[in-house]
């Protein structure tokens, strides 16, 4: 397996499981139903932040390994 297949495999493992995680929790701290500390925005933000970033990853290297480079 070639390194690029190794690094897409990643990524999308990675957005498969930060990106659900980081809404989910965003969801939960914008409720308003429970008070949240100022911790779960910062762990919300992150796993948001590297889900993202994994997508546009996965996207990406779809795209590079699809056009055959």
């Avoid at 990643?10 to 500390?37: E, F, K």
Wanted: glycine share 12%; aromatic share 12%; proline share 1%.
């Amino acid at each position: 397996m070639e390194t690029i297949h190794v690094f897409w495999a990643a990524s999308l493992i990675a957005a498969g499981w930060l990106l659900p995680i980081g809404i989910w929790r965003m969801m939960a701290y914008r409720s308003g139903q429970v008070d949240h500390t100022s911790g779960m925005r910062g762990v919300a933000v992150m796993a948001l932040g590297l889900g993202i970033f994994a997508t546009v990853m996965f996207v990406v290297l779809t795209i590079w390994i699809a056009s055959g480079s």
